[in-house]
């Protein structure tokens, strides 16, 4: 009786050793997310629909995260999302609170869409903040807005800004190169290390909003994504699931497995070192990693021309560029780039080794004894 009780034990002992332990999310020194210590880039989708099938699809196209609503996702779905490697952002609500931050799932909490437009003030919205940090203070809180003026009135009610600004009209729409500045914006507020995680727009045309919306077409949507990796977004979220355009939804597969390449890159110890364009339309960003003789530089036309540029990066050391992906541009010497970008063309290139990281590992799912 004493052996068959101490086997219980140890039996149940090991049970409740393997468990998946609760995520910790917080933020380093760059605004990289870290997942208990690992670096971590969301590529995330707010998604309608925990459907197996939309799930499957989320994950084939590269996505590693998912924004979860009340209307259509409940706190049993965590299990299931996190069956195909995506972590939750979920809903701040008494039914979601103690699931989700127990959840190895878990990663952030949306504390309000575009609450500028529904009558939420800031200082309701940052009681909830408090509230809901007292209550799980080792997730961040979100922040959705999708009006440039709203990001300072609310500043103190989130750990990390999401923003939905969305360009592409049915009648035209403003220059795209306007979605970089709510990042610039809100690390006018915050500080330059700020975390940002902007929705790109991939919805569009005659069945959306009665057509208000132009369908945005591939390399639209690259001009966007790069845009935000350029102005150092340290996250891509998209709006939303609704692949109805089949050539622009195989695109957003295509720039997720890009961002994937380009993550080591991105979260590795590194600073920011100044980049120059010839042409002042064209986009540039340069790191300089720490630890290594390495670093990336980004571009982007966010233009329907093409245009002509030199980059120029102020690069320590002798260094030997070389482009990331397939591409043909010129490189001239070592920390000059000569090359024509097509309309809405992107450019990554890289130096050096590539950086060894360990990133954060897709969640373990919860087993429902």
Not at 31 to 50: C, D, Q, S, V
Not at 193 to 212: A, E
Not at 216 to 239: C, K, M, N, S, T
Request: charged letters at 20%; aromatic letters at 10%; one cysteine or more.
């Amino acid at each position: 009786m004493k052996n068959t009780l101490i086997g219980v034990i140890l039996l149940s002992f090991s049970a409740f050793a393997q468990l998946p332990s609760p995520s910790k999310v917080a933020f380093d020194a760059a605004g990289i997310t870290l997942i208990n210590g690992k670096p971590f880039f969301p590529i995330g989708m707010f998604n309608y629909a925990p459907e197996t099938a939309a799930l499957a699809d989320i994950h084939k196209q590269g996505f590693n995260t998912l924004v979860a609503t009340t209307e259509h996702h409940k706190p049993e779905h965590l299990a299931l999302i996190s069956s195909y490697g995506l972590r939750v952002i979920c809903p701040p609500t008494d039914a979601w609170l103690e699931p989700a931050k127990k959840d190895p799932a878990m990663l952030a909490w949306y504390l309000a869409d575009e609450p500028e437009g529904h009558g939420q003030t800031p200082a309701a919205l940052r009681e909830k903040y408090l509230e809901l940090k007292k209550n799980d203070p080792n997730h961040p809180i979100t922040l959705d807005h999708f009006l440039l003026d709203s990001l300072a009135p609310y500043k103190d009610d989130a750990d990390v800004t999401m923003t939905s600004y969305y360009p592409l009209l049915a009648g035209g729409g403003p220059a795209l190169e306007n979605f970089a500045v709510y990042q610039e914006k809100s690390r006018s507020i915050h500080g330059q290390n700020w975390p940002h995680w902007p929705f790109i727009q991939i919805f569009g045309g005659p069945n959306t909003d009665g057509g208000k919306w132009k369908q945005p077409e591939p390399d639209e949507v690259r001009a966007l994504v790069y845009l935000a990796l350029v102005h150092r977004a340290q996250g891509i979220f998209y709006f939303s699931y609704w692949p109805q355009a089949p050539k622009t939804w195989a695109a957003v597969g295509n720039l997720n497995r890009e961002i994937r390449t380009l993550t080591p890159w991105f979260v590795a110890q590194g600073h920011e070192i100044s980049a120059s364009s010839t042409n002042p339309a064209v986009h540039v960003r340069a790191r300089q990693l720490t630890t290594s003789a390495a670093g990336l530089v980004l571009a982007i036309n966010p233009t329907p021309r093409t245009l002509q540029t030199e980059l120029s990066l102020d690069v320590s050391g002798d260094v030997k560029l070389r482009p990331v992906f397939d591409q043909s541009q010129k490189i001239t010497g070592t920390s000059k780039i000569v090359l024509p970008l097509a309309p809405y063309q992107s450019f990554a290139c890289v130096w050096g080794a590539e950086p060894k990281v360990q990133l954060a590992a897709p969640p373990e799912p919860q087993k429902k004894e």
